[in-house]
Each structure stands twice: as structure tokens, then as C-alpha cells.
């Protein structure tokens, strides 16, 4: 999934696809590969399971990463 917006991923929500995005708020799950120009957060409910590509990652305590990061500066 490609938007030029945000995204938000609920409490109960799931996304099993590669995201990309300006921005990505998960307090869900994602399972998929995530590219975002901004900011990734993951929330002490969020979970990623796949590689991210960000500007800012903010994981909150309780949340989980499982994956490889690259910080990108543009």
C-alpha cells in the first residue's frame, strides 16, 4: 500500500502488505516491509514484523521490532 498521507493502524488493526508513507502511527500489526519519508511509531501496543526505512522511529516501551532499520536522512 502507497499513499502520500499518513497512515494509522488501530489497536485491533492488521496489515499483512508493504507500507508506504509520509507518516505511520501502528498501535496494531504490521507484517510487511515499511517505508516511511517521516516518522514510524510504534506504540507499547504496535507491532512490526519486517524491515523499516525511516527519517524518525519512535518505539515506544512495550512496543515491538523484528527486522532490519535504515535510517534515511531525505
Known amino acids: 500500500m502507497e499513499t502520500s498521507g499518513n497512515v494509522v493502524i488501530g489497536l485491533r488493526g492488521e496489515a ?8 505511520i ?14 516518522r514510524l511509531e510504534i506504540k507499547n501496543t504496535g507491532k512490526v514484523d519486517g524491515d523499516v526505512s525511516y527519517k524518525i522511529l519512535d518505539i515506544n516501551e512495550g512496543g515491538i521490532f523484528n527486522g532490519k532499520c535504515a535510517h534515511s536522512a531525505n
Open 16 to 23: 499483512n502488505a508493504d507500507l508506504k508513507a509520509e507518516n
Open 25 to 38: 502511527h501502528n498501535f496494531g500489526a504490521i507484517k510487511g516491509n515499511v517505508k516511511v519519508k517521516e
